[in-house]
């Protein structure tokens, strides 16, 4: 009781100002990000990690600390109380989020298996990471190709999650938005 009225004194039903910042800075960092992977050239075997691509490179590893630090933050600080609906709503919405948040650290992971066996170096914010496969390992190959996949099952996921906000926001007309904007 204590706990939660301390970060969530207006009633509980709205996040605080350090998950929404959280939550729309990932949501401008995956604009970004899928923006350079439609727009960067096709990787062949020998292609240079560079331009457009340096740039998928560099914003993957931000969007991956980012959902770490958010995750961190969220199981310290707790939710607003659900939002009230009907029951089987709550779970869709419960079983979306859960599973962007678990996607959203397995895409980035795909996308650095995949840097690192083409031989590519990856850093964050120019602290260089380690490799997470060796350099031309099938394994890491094989599992590697799945980040491309999984991020159209990923904007699937985001297509469901952005249409069930504009249902609540101009449909049921509940006010569900302000619990996440402004
Ligand atoms: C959530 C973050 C990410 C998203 C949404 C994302 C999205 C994508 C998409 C859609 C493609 C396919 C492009 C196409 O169809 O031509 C792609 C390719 C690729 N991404 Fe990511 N990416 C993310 C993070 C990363 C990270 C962290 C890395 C590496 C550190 C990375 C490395 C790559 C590589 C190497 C490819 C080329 C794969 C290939 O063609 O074999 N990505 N990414
Ligand atoms: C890249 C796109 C997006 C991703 C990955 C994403 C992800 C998430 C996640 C994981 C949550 C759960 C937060 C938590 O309980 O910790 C959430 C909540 C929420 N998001 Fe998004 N989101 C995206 C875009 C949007 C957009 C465009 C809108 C509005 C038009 C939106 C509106 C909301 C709202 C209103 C909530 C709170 C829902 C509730 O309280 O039940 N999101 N989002």
Known sequence: MQHSSEHFPAHNTRYGAVARLFHWAVVLLLVGEYSLAWLMPDIHKGTQPAGLIAWHLAIGPLILSVMLLRLGWRSAVGTPEPHPGVAWQELASKLTHGLLYVLLLVLPLLGWINASTRGW???????????????????????????????YI?????????????????????????RMWG
């Open 154 to 178: 990923v904007l699937g996921l985001i297509g469901l999650h952005v249409s069930a906000a504009f249902y609540h926001h101009w449909v049921r007309k509940d006010g569900l938005l302000a």
């Open 121 to 151: 170096s990856i850093s964050l914010l120019g602290i260089p990471l380690p490799a997470l496969a060796s350099q031309g390992s099938t394994v890491g190959r094989d599992l590697g190709e799945w980040h491309s996949t999984l991020a």
